[in-house]
């Protein structure tokens, strides 16, 4: 075909939506057009570039034994109702009702219909391992779609599944998968890292992202420079610098109007990490004591891994739990649940003093106060690896 009679129809200006630059160069070369919020046209020269990125999944996917099937894009919402996440998901499930009134909805993941199918047509461990995956469109009500086709409510993707006669098949299958995709990254020409992730709506023991740096990215990954380690900061683990504890003996201090962490090391002179910032977080099941070191910040994830759903304490929930103002939290003397990060394990701390306008210092972990110890800080830039303490 000769190019005149193509259409590319490029741009000299870049257009103000735009800000990400895969964005500007996408609409400024003629390969996407938007229609609306977060849904997209692929124009010729786009969805030739989509359908080469498709060979080489499918080639990739065929050395490791897939098998290519299409699933229906509309489902049925008896088959979320069974798994429960027909109310487990949220807004972002687009959902309608077909003539009849019955409940349906689009599909935003595959699990249920694969394992649907999979009850019906595997009648024997005997044809294990099946590994099925599909190159199909997913919707997603996403609340803010952007960056042009990084986050969008209607996208392509391709979504693989194993069946495996037991957890060692189940580990072959993965190690299969984790070598095809480094395989279709590679060739694609993309800089990217496996990370460790949660697992989140999906479920399950573990999960891997692979992510791409971008300026115009969501997620923060920690990685280390001498082994390798990386993970969703959702996750990651790091070792905290180490500090030096000086013995105190536990006495009251008087720190009039002083509530924040900043205030009252600056107050008293002591560097934050010699604090305990206690904080109130509500859950299903009651209210929850979490603590940190006064230089960490916490990770809710984490958090929400332990005890599932929670949102901060207003004041005056504080004020009827812990029987004192924000601010002057200390983790002395409650019966309610306390979850503490274990970088405060060890060492001589300040905290409030559970009395307005009062701290206390020469506070000892494990004898001033008793907790559930876990890893609840969001990693930061140089803390230690975790694997290799580089
Ligand atoms: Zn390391």
């Known amino acids: 075909m000769r190019f005149s009679r193509t259409c590319v129809p490029t741009l000299r200006e870049t257009p103000s939506e735009a800000e990400a630059v895969s964005h500007k ?3 400024r070369a003629g390969y996407i057009r938007q229609l609306a919020a977060g849904l997209y046209i692929f124009m010729p020269l786009g969805w030739k570039v989509m359908e080469k990125i498709n060979a080489v999944i499918r080639e990739e996917m065929a050395r490791i034994d897939a098998q ?14 069974k798994t429960g996440r027909w109310s487990g998901i949220g807004d972002e499930m687009f959902r309608l009702k077909d ?37 199909q469109t997913k919707l997603r009500d996403e609340a803010r779609p952007k960056s ?16 495996d006669r037991d957890e060692n098949g189940l580990g072959q299958s993965y190690r299969l998968h984790e070598e095809a995709y480094h395989r279709i990254f590679e060739r694609c020409g993309l800089k ?3 990370v460790e992730s949660d697992p989140g709506m999906m479920g399950g023991a ?30 990651a683990t790091g070792v905290s610098p180490e500090t030096k504890f000086e013995d105190q003996p536990f006495e009251e201090v008087h720190t009039p109007q002083k509530r924040t962490v900043r205030e009252v090391s600056e107050f008293l002179g002591a560097s934050p990490a010699y604090f305990i910032k206690s904080l109130l977080f509500i859950a299903d099941t009651g209210p929850v004591l979490v603590l940190l070191r006064g230089d960490r910040e916490l990770q809710e994830k984490k958090l929400q891994r332990l005890i599932g759903t929670c949102r901060p304490a207003l004041k005056k929930e504080v004020l009827e739990t812990l029987g004192v ?16 990060d274990k970088a405060l394990k060890e060492g001589v701390y300040i905290s409030g003093a559970n009395k307005a306008d009062y701290h206390v210092r020469g506070v000892r972990p494990g004898k001033d106060f008793d907790a559930e110890w876990t890893d609840l800080h969001m990693v ?7 694997k290799c303490g580089g």
């Open 380 to 386: 930061k830039g140089g803390d230690r690896c975790c």
């Open 206 to 235: 573990m999960a891997h992202e692979f992510m791409a740096p971008s300026p115009a990215g969501e997620d923060d990954v920690a990685l280390c420079d001498s082994c390798g380690y990386a993970a969703n900061v959702e996750l």
């Open 25 to 27: 160069l996408l609409l």
């Open 148 to 163: 042009g086709i990084l986050r969008i409510r209607e996208f392509i993707m391709k979504d693989s599944y194993s069946f």
């Open 325 to 340: 103002e924000p601010g002057f939290i200390g983790p002395m003397g409650h019966k309610i649940r306390i979850i503490a």
């Open 192 to 194: 990217f890292y496996q």
């Open 68 to 81: 290519e099937l299409l699933l229906p894009l509309l489902h049925p919402a008896d088959i979320w109702q």
């Open 99 to 135: 003539r009849t009134g019955r409940d349906m909805c689009l599909g935003m993941t595959h699990e249920e219909i694969m394992t649907w199918l999979a009850s019906r047509e595997i009648r024997s461990y005997k044809v294990l391992p099946q590994i099925w995956y599909q190159i």
